[in-house]
C-alpha cells in the first residue's frame, strides 16, 4: 500500500531542520540548496514509492561510486555536464556573446602540468605504433576575429586502446603522454603530431557502467581530443574535437559532440601529399 506523506507539516518541518535552516551557523547557499536537493529526493522516494531495499542497493552503489572515484564519470553519463555547458551557452546568448567554437564539456580526465611546448608540439612518445599519423593545425582568435599571439592551448587525448595516461590500468604509458601545453605563435597559431586516438570506454564492471546498463545503455566515447584554450584578459574555452567518421560520433555516453566540433579529416597517403599539403617542417 502506497502512501504519501510529503505535504505533511512535520515532514516540511523536518525537511527544514536537516537542511539547518532556521539554525543561525553555516552558509546560507549550501542550505537553500541542500534544502531543495532533499526535498525533491523525499518527494521522489514518496510519488515513487521507493521501497527500502531500492532505497539502500541506492546507497550501496553510490558507496561504490566513491571508493572508484566514478562522480565524474557517471556525471557526463547522466548529462549534468552538458546541461552545465547548455546553460552557459544560454547565459552567452542572453548577453549577446556569439561563440565561434562551441564550448563542450571537459570530461574527468584532465592532468595540470603538462609540458610546456612553443609552438608546435609532439604528444605521443611513439610507443603506440597502431596509432595512425595525427597532424591538426589552427589559430586560436579572439572575439573580434583577431588572432591571439601566445596563446595557450592545453591538448589532451587517450591512446589506441582508449586509455589516457595517468588514468591506463596497464601503467604502461609514461606520465603525461599524449598531453601537452603548446604556446601559439605571434599570429596564434598552433601545431601538433600525435596519433589518432580511439574511443573512450568506462572501465568494464564499474559501478557507472553498471547504472549506464540498468538504463539500457552503453559507456562509450568516439573518438576525441580535448582542448583548453585560454591567453591573458580573455576567458577560458573548454572544448573538444571528434575525429569525423567514428560511427558513435554522434553516440557519446558523455553528450558532448556539437555542431562545428566535429572538423573535416583528410587522408595523405604519403609523405609527398603531407608535403603538398604545407603540412612539413615542424612536422617532419
Ligand atoms: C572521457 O575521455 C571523457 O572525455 C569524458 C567526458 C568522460 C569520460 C571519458
Ligand atoms: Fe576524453
Redesign the pocket.
Known sequence: MSVTIFDQPDVQAFLREISGLDKPDGSPRAKQIIHRLMSDLFKAIDELDITPDEYWAGIAWVNELGIAGQAG?IS?GLGL?HFLDLRMDAQDAALGIDNKTPRT?????YVAGAPVVQGHARLDDGRDTDGQLLLMHGTVFNDAGQPVPGAQVEVWH?DTRGF?SHFDPTGVQAPFNMRRTIIADQQGRYSFRSILPNG?G?PPGSPTEKLLFALGRHGQ?PA?I?FFISADGQRKLTT?INIAGDPLVNDDF?H?TRDGLVPEVVEHGDAASIAAAGLEGPFA
Open positions: 564519470l557526463p555536464d564539456i571537459e570530461g574527468p580526465l587517450c589516457y573512450y568506462v566515447r576525441h580535448h573538444q558523455a558532448a
